[in-house]
Protein backbone atom coordinates (compact mmCIF):
# COMPACT_ATOMS: atom_id res chain seq x y z
CA UNK A 1 0.00 0.00 0.00
CA UNK A 2 1.54 3.02 -0.94
CA UNK A 3 1.33 6.05 1.56
CA UNK A 4 2.66 9.57 1.35
CA UNK A 5 2.84 11.78 4.54
CA UNK A 6 3.54 15.19 5.22
CA UNK A 7 5.13 16.88 8.09
CA UNK A 8 6.67 20.11 9.11
CA UNK A 9 4.10 22.80 8.78
CA UNK A 10 3.21 25.06 11.24
CA UNK A 11 2.71 29.00 11.87
CA UNK A 12 5.48 31.24 10.77
CA UNK A 13 6.03 35.12 10.44
CA UNK A 14 6.39 36.53 6.87
CA UNK A 15 9.82 36.40 5.84
CA UNK A 16 10.51 33.44 7.44
CA UNK A 17 11.17 29.54 6.50
CA UNK A 18 9.85 25.98 6.52
CA UNK A 19 10.92 22.58 5.52
CA UNK A 20 8.11 20.36 4.38
CA UNK A 21 8.76 16.89 4.16
CA UNK A 22 6.88 14.05 2.71
CA UNK A 23 7.79 10.19 3.27
CA UNK A 24 6.68 7.92 0.39
CA UNK A 25 6.25 4.37 1.52
CA UNK A 26 5.30 1.14 -0.18
CA UNK A 27 6.87 2.02 -3.14
CA UNK A 28 10.52 3.22 -4.40
CA UNK A 29 10.34 6.82 -5.05
CA UNK A 30 12.66 7.12 -8.14
CA UNK A 31 9.92 6.01 -10.34
CA UNK A 32 7.58 8.32 -10.23
CA UNK A 33 7.40 12.17 -10.27
CA UNK A 34 6.40 13.89 -7.23
CA UNK A 35 4.12 16.99 -6.86
CA UNK A 36 3.55 19.85 -3.91
CA UNK A 37 0.30 21.38 -4.23
CA UNK A 38 -1.71 23.86 -1.79
CA UNK A 39 -5.07 24.77 -1.01
CA UNK A 40 -6.09 27.79 0.72
CA UNK A 41 -9.91 28.13 2.00
CA UNK A 42 -12.28 29.00 -0.62
CA UNK A 43 -9.82 28.45 -3.36
CA UNK A 44 -9.16 25.63 -5.85
CA UNK A 45 -6.01 23.38 -5.55
CA UNK A 46 -2.66 24.87 -7.33
CA UNK A 47 0.49 23.24 -8.52
CA UNK A 48 3.58 24.51 -6.44
CA UNK A 49 6.54 22.94 -7.27
CA UNK A 50 7.38 19.00 -9.00
CA UNK A 51 10.22 17.25 -9.30
CA UNK A 52 10.67 14.48 -11.97
CA UNK A 53 12.01 10.79 -11.49
CA UNK A 54 13.41 10.85 -15.65
CA UNK A 55 15.64 13.38 -14.89
CA UNK A 56 15.33 14.68 -11.80
CA UNK A 57 14.17 17.90 -12.83
CA UNK A 58 12.40 20.75 -10.89
CA UNK A 59 9.93 23.00 -11.60
CA UNK A 60 7.76 25.63 -9.63
CA UNK A 61 4.92 28.00 -10.19
CA UNK A 62 5.67 31.84 -10.95
CA UNK A 63 4.19 32.80 -7.21
CA UNK A 64 7.31 30.82 -5.58
CA UNK A 65 10.08 30.97 -7.84
CA UNK A 66 13.04 32.00 -6.07
CA UNK A 67 11.57 31.33 -2.86
CA UNK A 68 11.01 27.85 -2.75
CA UNK A 69 13.36 24.46 -3.22
CA UNK A 70 12.20 21.36 -4.02
CA UNK A 71 14.24 18.02 -3.84
CA UNK A 72 14.66 14.68 -3.21
CA UNK A 73 15.87 11.80 -1.66
CA UNK A 74 15.36 8.77 -2.81
CA UNK A 75 17.94 6.66 0.28
CA UNK A 76 15.25 8.06 3.03
CA UNK A 77 12.21 7.65 0.00
CA UNK A 78 11.44 11.94 0.85
CA UNK A 79 10.47 14.54 -1.11
CA UNK A 80 11.31 18.07 0.48
CA UNK A 81 9.92 21.46 0.10
CA UNK A 82 11.98 24.21 1.35
CA UNK A 83 10.37 27.37 1.58
CA UNK A 84 11.86 30.77 2.21
CA UNK A 85 10.61 34.35 2.43
CA UNK A 86 7.10 32.90 2.84
CA UNK A 87 4.55 35.34 2.34
CA UNK A 88 0.93 35.90 3.98
CA UNK A 89 -0.43 34.27 0.66
CA UNK A 90 1.30 31.23 0.90
CA UNK A 91 -1.33 30.36 3.96
CA UNK A 92 -2.46 27.22 3.01
CA UNK A 93 -2.91 23.24 3.27
CA UNK A 94 0.01 22.27 1.42
CA UNK A 95 0.01 18.45 -0.60
CA UNK A 96 2.40 16.09 -2.07
CA UNK A 97 0.94 14.27 -4.66
CA UNK A 98 2.39 11.06 -6.52
CA UNK A 99 1.91 10.26 -10.11
CA UNK A 100 2.29 7.32 -11.58
CA UNK A 101 4.63 8.65 -14.98
CA UNK A 102 8.21 9.78 -14.84
CA UNK A 103 7.13 13.64 -15.70
CA UNK A 104 5.54 16.32 -13.84
CA UNK A 105 2.61 18.01 -14.58
CA UNK A 106 0.63 20.38 -12.42
CA UNK A 107 -3.13 19.03 -13.64
CA UNK A 108 -3.79 17.40 -10.14
CA UNK A 109 -6.31 14.81 -11.17
CA UNK A 110 -3.07 13.34 -12.83
CA UNK A 111 -1.85 12.54 -9.36
CA UNK A 112 -3.04 9.00 -7.53
CA UNK A 113 -1.57 9.34 -4.54
CA UNK A 114 -1.96 12.04 -2.06
CA UNK A 115 -0.78 12.44 1.48
CA UNK A 116 -3.06 13.89 4.23
CA UNK A 117 -1.77 17.61 4.04
CA UNK A 118 -0.30 20.00 6.80
CA UNK A 119 -0.92 23.37 7.20
CA UNK A 120 1.28 26.30 6.77
CA UNK A 121 0.53 29.29 8.07
CA UNK A 122 2.32 32.83 7.45
CA UNK A 123 0.85 35.48 9.93
CA UNK A 124 2.77 38.45 12.04
Known amino acids: QIQLVESGGGLVQPGGSLRLSCVVSGFTLDYYAVGWFRQAPGKEREGVSCISSSDGSMTYADSVKGRFTISRDNAKNTVYLQMNSLKPEDTAVYYC?????????????????WGQGTQVTVSS
Open 97 to 113: AMRTSRYCTYVHTHYTY
